[in-house]
């Protein structure tokens, strides 16, 4: 089965620690991306890859964290600096750069971090 | 201004019925676009993709764009109460290469 996948679904983060969230595909998909979601809101980029080893910042990207160091796999850590990091984070996949296809992107089921 | 705009909605339509969802973007030379489709608490789904002026039909689902007033919308013939869902518009300034924008959502509410 292809697909994206997301872990935890659910997960609770106390004041001051550091989370790192997972985030994996098996579509052979080059671009990888992260999303923050708020209630009642839009996506908002966080960061995203189109290739391996290399990331841009996306809107949003302070507080956040990612690393790129296979092409399937596309963590990402809520640090501490991150004041208000409750909300749904979703992460997402495209196919080869260069394809007329690009930016069509696959979802993952996303992971809800809560505060406590 | 935010770059991409939707309907603030909520939308109700009843069923059977047409339901439009709107869409425009700042950036004049935005070359792709997407609606996606995302029920609560659920991650969101591509729909629709278009690239060119015009209207792209897919089963009961039609995207329109139309570049040269900068708006890209939807319609759904003979909508479902499985229809209702927050849609989301997404606009890209290539075609093969870098990030979308994503607007807020419009959320549609079938009544049956």
């Known amino acids: 089965d292809g697909g994206i996948t997301q872990s935890p679904k659910y997960l609770f983060r106390k004041e001051g620690q550091n989370v790192t969230l997972s985030c994996e595909q098996n579509?052979?998909?080059?671009?990888m991306y992260w999303y923050r979601q708020d209630p009642g809101q839009g996506l908002r980029l966080i960061y995203y890859?189109?290739?391996?080893?290399?990331?841009q910042k996306g809107d949003i990207a302070e507080g956040y964290s990612v690393s790129r160091e296979k092409k399937e796999s596309f963590p990402l850590t809520v640090t501490s600096a991150q004041k208000n990091p409750t909300a749904f984070y979703l992460c997402?996949?495209?196919?080869?750069?260069?394809?007329?296809?690009?930016?069509?992107?696959?979802f993952g089921p996303g992971t809800r971090l809560t505060v406590l | 201004q935010k770059e991409v705009e939707q309907n603030s909605g909520p939308l109700s339509v009843p069923e059977g019925a047409i339901a439009s969802l709107n869409c425009t973007y700042s950036?004049?030379?935005?070359?792709?676009f997407f609606w996606y489709r995302q029920y609560s608490g659920k991650s969101p789904e591509l729909i629709m993709s278009?690239?060119?002026?015009g209207d792209k039909e897919d089963g009961r689902f039609t995207a329109q764009l139309n570049k040269a007033s900068q708006y890209v919308s939807l319609l759904i013939r003979d909508s479902q109460p499985s229809d209702s869902a927050t849609y989301l518009c997404?606009?890209?300034?290539?075609?093969?290469?870098?990030?979308?924008?994503f607007g807020d959502g419009t959320t549609l509410t079938v009544k049956p």
């Open positions: 997404a606009v890209n300034l290539y075609t093969n290469a870098g990030k979308s924008t």
């Open positions: 950036d004049r030379v935005s070359q792709s």
């Open positions: 579509l052979n998909h080059d671009a």
């Open positions: 997402a996949s495209s196919i080869a750069s260069g394809s007329s296809s690009y930016n069509e992107q696959f």
């Open positions: 278009i690239y060119s002026n």
């Open positions: 890859s189109q290739i391996v080893n290399d990331f």
